[in-house]
């Protein structure tokens, strides 16, 4: 199984609405990823946890709060957001070790596309 | 600070031929590792091919081969036989080998689009 799961595939929120994004995997793997895409754009690198603990935020606004409940799913909780938060989310696991041989390649998920009105 | 660059916007191709897709990067590390992801309008990001620095042969999966030149800095992407559904965006990436070995660094990506 080398699936990693996004829900919920669309999300379409207002300005001041709660809500969250989950990922799940079951590959055992022990990093977990939040990337950002804007249209045409790669993706953008937010937040990384390493054995559940936060190992990389890269100065994402707190309206974004990353999750790790567990060692199979991450969370990113959204409130308040901008109209130009609207984009794909992409969450993604692969193996917390260094990254010189093959099998260290992150796995994505289908994404989130949100969309902020 | 790594960097990734692809230079093709984006790129044609004809079904049944092969078309190469260029990466270059650029690093002060000896060790590191490359990545390439294709990511069709559906948004998922597939992860195709993985060469290491340290790895003396270029790598192969299926109708994907990576073109690595260590001493150019390059490791451009062929794909063989294209086929319609190879139509997407095509990402080339690193995995930064220093500090954190879990950050990927992704290149601007290449469209590529497959004629029949």
């Known amino acids: 199984d080398t699936e990693v799961t996004q829900t919920p595939k669309h999300l379409v929120m207002g300005m001041t609405n709660k809500k969250s994004l989950k990922c799940e995997q079951h590959?055992?793997?022990?990093?977990m990823y939040w990337y950002k895409q804007k249209a045409k754009k790669p993706p953008e690198l937010m937040f990384v946890?390493?054995?559940?603990?936060?190992?990389i935020n890269e100065s994402v606004p707190s309206r974004f709060s990353p999750e790790c409940p567990n060692s199979s799913l991450l969370n990113l909780h959204l409130h308040a957001l901008q109209p130009e938060d609207s984009a794909l989310y992409l969450c993604a696991s692969s193996p917390a070790t260094t990254g010189r041989r093959p099998g260290t390649e992150a796995f994505f998920g289908q994404g989130t596309r949100l969309t902020v009105v | 600070a790594q960097k990734i660059t692809q230079t093709q916007p984006g790129m044609f191709v004809q079904e049944k031929e092969a078309v190469t897709l260029d990466c270059t990067y650029d690093t002060s590390d000896q060790s590191y590792g490359l990545f390439w992801y294709k990511q069709p309008s559906s948004g998922e990001m597939i992860f195709l091919i993985y060469?290491?620095?340290?790895?003396?042969q270029n790598a192969t999966e299926g109708r994907y081969s990576l073109n690595f030149q260590k001493a150019r800095k390059s490791a451009n992407l062929v794909i063989s036989a294209s086929q319609l559904g190879d139509s997407a965006m095509y990402f080339c990436a690193m995995r930064d080998p220093g500090g954190s070995n879990y950050k990927l660094t992704f290149g601007k990506g290449t469209l590529l689009t497959v004629n029949p």
């Open positions: 060469q290491g620095s340290y790895d003396e």
């Open positions: 590959m055992g793997h022990r990093a």
């Open positions: 946890y390493s054995y559940e603990k936060l190992s």
